[in-house]
């Protein structure tokens, strides 16, 4: 079982910057392989970012340049640093957590961008 607490969301002037923190529960966290998602109101969750075990990133096409994912094992957390926002990135963040059968997730932050 992980536990994942998401934070750092907020209100934001379209242009500025955000960084999501996500915490993890248990002993086994560099195990699993991380990732955000939002969920606009009116639409489905959709994938932003994810990182493998090792570190490798992949990012989808809207965000690709002004987002970046991170881990720190050590600290049982990813990030996710967010430039350049768009009022099209207002959405609760959700943080997710796979190994194997397993899957995960956190409660989500509220990030608003105004316009």
């Known amino acids: 079982q992980v536990q994942l607490v998401e934070s750092g969301g907020g209100l934001v002037q379209a242009g500025g910057s955000l960084r999501l923190s996500c915490a993890a529960s248990g002993s086994t966290f560099s195990r699993y392989a991380m990732g955000w998602f939002r969920q606009a109101p009116g639409k489905e969750r959709e994938f932003v970012a994810a990182?493998?075990?090792?570190?490798?990133?992949v990012y989808d096409d809207s965000v690709k340049g002004r987002f970046t994912m991170s881990r720190d094992n050590a600290e049982n957390t990813v990030y996710l640093q967010m430039n350049s926002l768009k009022f099209e990135d207002t959405a609760v963040y959700y943080c997710?957590?796979?190994?194997?059968?397993?899957?995960?997730w956190g409660q989500g932050t509220q990030v608003t961008v105004s316009s």
């Open positions: 997710n957590a796979i190994l194997g059968e397993y899957n995960f």
């Open positions: 990182i493998s075990r090792s570190g490798s990133t």
